[in-house]
Every structure is written in C-alpha cells, then in structure tokens.
T-cell receptor, first 115, second 112 residues
C-alpha cells in the first residue's frame, strides 16, 4: 500500500520568499511517480510537477522544483520567488508507474503568501 | 479542446435519492478515475477504468457504481444517497504511458 504524509497543515510566507512544502511517502513499489498538485480557492486541481523514482535529476518546472531524496522517502516541493497567486492548497501524491496510475494523495498544505 | 467535463457542478440531494454524475473527456485517454474530496482532506479514489468495458474499485467504492461503455464517458452512479456522501467529486483521465492526470472542475454534492 502507498501512503503520503504532509505534516504542515498551513504555511505563511512573505511574497518573493522561497518556500518548501514537505512530503514524505511510503511504498513497496520499486517504480513509482511523485506528483504535486495545486488547488486554488476556485477548487480545480492543477498539475505542477512530476518526479519518477528512477529519475536521477530533481524535476523542475519554472519556479517549481521537487527536492527528491529517495533514501529518506521525501519529495518536497520548493517554490522560488513566491507570488500572491501561489496562495492555495498544495497536495503531494504518488502512483505506481506500472498499471492504472491510481493516485494516492496526502492531506494537503494550505499556503498563504503575504504581501 | 474541452479536456475533462463534469456535470453538474453543484447538486443537493435528499437522503435516499439517486443520481448520476457525468464525466466525459475528448482526449482519447484510456484511463479514467473518480475521486472524492472531503472537507480539509486530500482526494480518495472511488473507482477507475483502464478502458472501455473495464472498471475496478478504488479505496472508497461503497455506495457507488460506474460504467465505461465508451472511451469518452465514465459516469458515476450514487444509489440511496447518504449524508456521508457529501463531498466534492472529481473525474480525471490519463493517457496510457503518460504521467499527467487531467481533472474536471469537480461536482460539489450535498446530501441532506
């Protein structure tokens, strides 16, 4: 079984600062994928970034990067130069690479960017 | 390209009523999913499908049914609605071999 743990219910950051959102995971799969999704107050789910378990380099997408530490089973999201529009819920998720790619989500972290 | 479309966006049901949440995607994705999101929580998988005619249970399937008669459509049926089914329901699809899931806008369901 897979499990995602996000231990920060809420984070408050000043605009333009960098922020790290924590995510740890547990799985018995050898090949798996790790995801981060953003959910703004409007409710939609927005895909941010993906990291495969066998990828040697940390994934980056614009201001988002995923700090992947396989031995520690962590997949933290780093947002550089935060903006007011980054205020949202952020969910870490994982799936097995083989098969139907069913996502298992953490409970989320509510990020608030202060001006 | 519409992506994943869910209808309705909002619905209030009385206890014991039934309804079908509609989901359609125009990206020719093989994999489709239904998730529910309870207040303050992450999403949980209800049912999924890897192709037309094939469906399987997820983590929280009780009280729901699905069908997949075409690649495009994946309706979710609630029979005998209960207050515990008050939630936001998301439909999603993924192309086989791809990683990014595309989500619908969600259906907010309240059972009273």
């Amino acid at each position: 079984a897979q499990k995602i743990t996000q231990t920060q219910p809420g984070m408050f950051v000043q605009e333009k600062e960098a922020v790290t959102l924590d995510c740890t995971y547990d799985t018995s799969d050898q090949s798996y994928g790790l995801f981060w999704y953003k959910q703004p107050s409007s409710g939609e789910m927005i895909f941010l970034i993906y990291q495969g378990s066998y990828d040697e380099q940390n994934a980056t997408e614009g201001r988002y990067s995923l700090n992947f530490q396989k031995a520690r089973k962590s997949a933290n999201l780093v947002i550089s130069a935060s903006q007011l529009g980054d205020s949202a819920m952020y969910f870490c998720a994982m799936s097995a690479v083989q098969g139907a790619q069913k996502l298992v989500f953490g409970q989320g972290t509510r990020l608030t960017i202060n001006p | 390209n519409a992506g994943v479309t869910q209808t309705p966006k909002f619905r209030i049901l009385k206890i014991g009523q039934s309804m079908t949440l509609q989901c359609t995607q125009d990206m020719n994705h093989n994999y489709m999913y239904w998730y529910r999101q309870d207040p303050g929580m992450g999403l949980k998988l209800i049912y999924y499908s890897v192709g037309a005619g094939i469906t399987d249970k997820g983590e929280v399937p009780n009280g729901y049914n699905v069908s997949r008669s075409t690649t495009e459509d994946f309706p979710l049926r609630l029979e005998l609605a209960a207050p515990s089914q008050t939630s936001v329901y998301f439909c999603a699809s993924v192309a086989q071999g791809d990683t990014e899931a595309f989500f619908g806008q969600g259906t907010r369901l309240t059972v009273v």
